[in-house]
């Protein structure tokens, strides 16, 4: 199987270093891709919400959603701090 590098395999979508603009930037950006990947700086309350959409059940490593912090919903349970 040869190598093929990331950018032209084209699977992937990413945002890093700043959070995206709107929903529609990541709805395109994800449209026929595999894989989303984002950096601290680039996750943000439109990533969140397209997450959420996407995945409405939390998978059984997600706290409940409060409503109270946004990125609550995706810390995990049970693995160890470093």
């Not at 093929?4 to 395999?9: M, R």
């Not at 409940?64 to 810390?75: L, M, N, Q, V, Y």
Request: hydrophobic content about 35%; proline content about 11%; some cysteine.
């Amino acid at each position: 199987m040869p190598l093929v590098h990331l950018e032209t395999e084209g699977l992937r979508a990413g945002f890093w270093g700043k959070p995206p603009a709107d929903l529609q930037t990541v709805v395109e950006a994800c449209r026929g891709k595999a894989f989303l990947n984002f950096d601290d700086e680039g996750f943000g309350p439109v990533l969140h919400r397209y997450l959420a959409e996407q995945f409405p059940t939390p998978s059984c490593y997600e706290r409940p959603d409060d409503g109270a912090d946004p990125a609550a919903s995706i810390a995990y349970v049970g693995v160890p701090s470093t």
